[in-house]
């Protein structure tokens, strides 16, 4: 049974830092492209970043320089190092699990997904 997991999300100001977790089961870490996803209300789910299975990684636009994934394989756990954030970062957090690459930033490549975890930056 495949389950993904975040954690690490919470109440932060302008220009703070956080760093959110998501840990993995059920599916072989190595062989999946993993990504981050946010969702703020009343808007579709929208691409963060991405780490594939041989190691490269991919960005949004609008967080390339403040958010950084990383990978750990021997806890099998994701990571999105969010730094300067700001008000329309405010969402909640989705990690998502693939087997394949293509496409990457389109939420309906991915199989898995976790529960989220919400991130709110106040003014």
């Known amino acids: 049974q495949v389950q993904l997991v975040e954690s690490g999300g919470g109440l932060v100001q302008a220009g703070d830092s956080l760093r959110l977790s998501c840990a993995v089961s059920?599916?072989?870490?190595?062989?999946?492209?993993m990504a981050w996803f946010r969702q703020a209300p009343g808007k579709e789910r929208e691409f963060v970043a991405r780490?594939?299975?041989?190691?490269?990684?991919n960005y949004a636009d609008f967080v390339k320089g403040r958010f950084t994934i990383s990978r750990d394989v021997a806890v099998n756990t994701v990571y999105l190092q969010m730094n300067s954030l700001k008000p329309d970062d405010t969402a909640v957090y989705y990690c998502?699990?693939?087997?394949?690459?293509?496409?990457?930033?389109?939420?309906?490549?991915?199989?898995?997904w976790g529960q989220g975890t919400q991130v709110t930056v106040s003014s």
């Open positions: 059920g599916l072989t870490f190595r062989r999946n492209t």
């Open positions: 998502a699990a693939s087997p394949r690459s293509p496409s990457y930033s389109e939420p309906a490549v991915y199989d898995y």
């Open positions: 780490f594939s299975w041989s190691g490269t990684t």
